[in-house]
């Protein structure tokens, strides 16, 4: 796609990037804050400008990816119908203009080229229970982190929001990290406990076969802690050493694989305020859990822009690739009338209880292979 890239920006130059992005929030406000089950209720296609209407209208699927989204099948060329409005085609042209650089459709990495369910640069021992996606990210995140510890003279590694303790337990019994590992759930850290010790006895195992294999590095475990980590304060669980380093004082390096909405700003609020950490290594998601206020934006400068705010439906889409929805629209696939079926089902539901606005609906399997009155 084409669009801008942060990198290499100026602190100026990106000011401007975000003075532009939050006037085109702003002047298309009502559009963006739409929900699609709404389509019926609050008759969101009469909002829209009557020009805008007569170019979109009777467009299928397949047409509304090519030529409003500008994403054209393989070997298909973007051809309009019609001579569109301008303020469409500004529009069209502004999102493309401010949006972030994408590379998808990447290759798989090389170490899956021989088996796709396995890494080939992991150890047998540490792909148990794990899927290949979490094997890459694990060994990447894993190898930074021990770099980084190397270069900051780290005496201790903190995981938050650990999970079952996959990262944690590579990195410790793999990379010969003293690891803390930290997650809010219980079930969780007694799961990770329980995958410790069973990777701890097929280590065992594989040195009693091998005797003749030195092994670099010592069998301890991750230290794992059931701690909740609330992102409006520091944690004094993260910042407690495992034990008193010869130099009297702890170097402690923060890491979070997925570390969730808040978490990423819990992490980055830690490193900031904190003279015991020394290095941060965190790969956040779900962004659109951020807290508002004190989550989105983390930015103080873009929070004094007008026209900042996004809702959270909103920061959900900004999470979602828009190629796979562009590909479900070239597919026309039946689902995609589930869509409306919701908003059919909407306007049912005011008729009712007209106070109750956009409830949470159970999906049904297959929902587009029944008429709308099943």
């Known amino acids: 796609m084409p669009g801008v890239s942060a990198r290499g920006l100026s602190l100026e130059e990106r000011r401007q990037l975000a ?96 088996n796709p369910s396995q890494s080939s640069r992991l150890k047998a021992p540490f792909r148990k229970h794990v899927r290949p996606k979490k094997q890459h990210e694990i060994r990447r995140l894993g190898e930074l982190v021990k770099k980084l510890s190397d270069l900051t003279g780290c005496t201790q590694v903190v995981d938050v929001g650990s999970g079952q303790g996959h990262l944690s337990r590579f990195m410790s019994l793999g990379l010969g990290l003293k690891v803390k590992s930290i997650e809010g759930d219980q079930r969780l850290v007694e799961r990770a406990q329980h995958l410790d010790q069973e990777l701890l006895q097929t280590l065992g195992k594989e040195e009693k076969r091998n005797p003749q294999v030195v092994q670099t590095h010592s069998h301890h475990s991750p230290h794992h802690v059931a701690q909740w980590v609330d992102p409006r304060t520091l944690c004094e669980e993260v910042l407690l050493p495992l034990e008193t380093s010869p130099q009297g004082e702890a170097r402690l390096l923060l890491t979070g694989l997925h570390a969730c909405g808040d978490l990423s700003v819990a992490l980055l609020r830690h490193f900031s305020s904190c003279p015991e950490v020394v290095a941060l290594a965190s790969v956040g998601c779900c962004y659109m859990k951020l807290s508002d206020p004190g989550g989105y934006p983390l930015s103080q400068w873009v929070a004094a822009l007008p026209g900042h705010e996004l809702s959270y439906r909103l920061r959900e889409g900004a999470c979602h690739a828009l190629e796979e929805y562009a590909e479900r629209l070239q597919r026309a696939g039946p689902g995609l009338r589930t869509h409306c079926y919701r908003a059919a089902l909407e306007t049912v539901i005011r008729h009712v209880q007209p106070k109750l606005r956009r409830p949470g609906v159970q999906g049904i399997p297959r929902v587009h292979e029944l008429k709308i009155e099943e």
């Open 19 to 114: 003075v532009n992005l939050t006037r085109v929030l702003s002047l298309y406000r009502s559009i963006l804050d739409a929900y699609i089950i709404e389509f019926f209720t609050d008759n969101l296609w009469g909002t829209l400008p009557c020009s805008w209407q007569e170019a979109l209208d009777g467009l299928n699927p397949p047409q509304l990816a090519t030529q409003l989204l500008g994403m054209p099948g393989e070997g298909e060329v973007v051809r309009y119908r019609s001579v569109w409005p301008l303020t469409l085609l500004a529009l069209k042209s502004t999102a493309y203009a401010l949006a972030f650089t994408r590379t998808p459709k990447f290759q798989a990495p090389s170490e899956f080229r021989e």
